[in-house]
C-alpha cells in the first residue's frame, strides 16, 4: 500500500517498448532490469502481461488529463 507523501517512478513508452522487445528476444527480468536501471522487477512482469495480451497500446501513459477531445 502506498504510504503517505510517496513518490512513484514513472517509465517512458519507449522504455516500456524496449523492455518488451528485449524480453521477447529472450532475456530474464533480472538481465532486463540490471541493463535498463529498473528496480521493480514486478513491473516487468505487469507490462509484459498487458503487452502480449493488447499489443502496445497498453503500454502507454493512460493516467492524466485526456487531450484527445475537441472543443
Do not use: P
Amino acid at each position: 500500500m502506498a504510504k503517505k507523501g510517496q513518490k512513484f517512478k514513472t517509465y517512458s513508452f519507449e522504455l516500456k517498448k524496449q523492455v518488451a522487445e528485449m524480453r521477447l528476444q529472450g532475456k530474464t527480468k533480472k538481465q532486463v532490469a540490471e541493463l535498463l536501471g529498473i528496480e521493480d522487477i514486478g513491473r516487468l512482469k505487469v507490462w509484459m502481461r498487458k503487452y502480449r495480451e493488447q499489443g502496445e497500446f497498453s503500454i502507454l501513459e493512460h493516467r492524466g488529463r485526456r487531450t484527445d477531445y475537441v472543443d
